[in-house]
């Protein structure tokens, strides 16, 4: 990949909002480019899966995307090295990386409704719907970002946005491992207490999880932090009390089934709304 390659993903990366498909001459005029260098550029994009060809135009692909923004962060020192994937799930791909002083950091790319998407292109053929696949998955790392972003002041152990671009956020790491995975907890109480304690201070702060569970929180030693807030709701919206029962009501069933801890539901959430 040459400056070129880089400065004709650009291109894509920059109209997604306005265009599905681009030609020739818009690609040229938007990059400066000939347009005889250009189609020598997008037969390699082609080739490397970065973008994709059809009769009505050229359109970027998620591993375009994936790759621009990587050039971006490393552009900046943000992020230069990727380790292990440490996270796949429904919703993102999360992996371990490096900035340019070798420092741990977590890189989570956003794959949301990746399933469906895969039908539309099964039955389909084409690369129909890409763009606003991929703008529905920079929305929403827009919004986890902004959460965080917004949650960080506050005392509670959520994790620490670095920087965003497109459908990707970079966070400090947390050293921790998953409560669904430990089998053991000293102080069990300890941990519930901790988990409800951040969700009075998320709440407080106007927000609700609406994912927690097992999975969401890390935990190392006694220390508990709640990872992913992409789907997190306001305390004035108006499904905000399902979200919220359902929120806790995971969280109690895990505890009982696990450490057979028995905690009324209400009473939590009486305390998580200062009641
Ligand atoms: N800041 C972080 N520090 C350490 N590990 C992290 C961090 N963020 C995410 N992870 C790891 O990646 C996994 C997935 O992250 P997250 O829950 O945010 O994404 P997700 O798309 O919801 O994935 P899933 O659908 O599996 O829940 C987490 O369970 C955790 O193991
Ligand atoms: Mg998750």
């Known amino acids: 990949m040459n400056k070129s390659d880089f400065k004709i993903l650009k291109v894509f990366a920059s109209s ?6 681009l030609n020739l ?24 899966g970065l973008i994709s060809k059809s009769n009505i135009g050229y359109t970027l692909l998620v591993t375009g995307l ?13 992020i230069t090295a990727i380790g292990p994937q440490i996270g796949i799930g429904k919703e993102a791909e999360v992996y371990l990386a490096h900035d340019s002083l070798q420092q741990d950091k977590i890189l ?10 895969k039908q539309i292109k099964r039955k389909r053929d084409v690369n129909a719907g890409t763009n ?24 509670a152990s959520f994790p620490s946005p670095l920087y965003r671009s497109f459908h990707c956020i970079v966070m400090e790491p947390i050293y921790g491992s998953r409560l669904s995975d430990i089998e053991n907890l000293d102080y069990p109480e300890l941990v519930l207490e ?29 220390n508990i932090f709640i990872l992913d ?10 499904n905000a009390d399902v979200v919220l029962t359902r929120d806790v009501n995971n969280i109690i069933k895990f505890f009982s089934r696990k450490f057979e801890i028995e905690r009324e539901i209400y009473n939590i959430i009486n305390i998580i709304k200062g009641k």
Do not use: C
Not at 16 to 21: A, G, I, P, S, T
Not at 26 to 40: D, G, P, R, V
Not at 194 to 216: P, V
Not at 229 to 236: G, N
């Open 229 to 238: 807030w992409p789907q997190a709701v306001r305390v004035d919206s108006t």
């Open 25 to 48: 001459p818009t690609l040229s005029q938007y990059s400066n480019l000939s347009q005889s260098l250009i189609e020598h550029h997008l037969k390699r994009l082609v080739k490397f």
């Open 108 to 117: 989570k790319m956003f794959r949301l409704g990746r399933s469906s998407f």
């Open 16 to 21: 997604l909002k306005n265009r599905q498909f």
């Open 194 to 222: 901790k988990i409800i304690s951040n969700m009075t201070i998320a709440y407080r702060k106007g927000y609700i999880n609406g994912d927690l569970n097992e999975y969401n929180i890390l935990v190392n030693d006694d």
């Open 66 to 78: 994936d790759i621009y923004v990587l050039k971006i962060l490393s552009n900046k020192n943000i």
């Open 132 to 155: 606003s696949w991929l703008l529905l998955n920079i929305e929403t790392a827009k919004k986890e970002y902004d959460i965080l972003t917004y949650l960080k002041d506050s005392s």
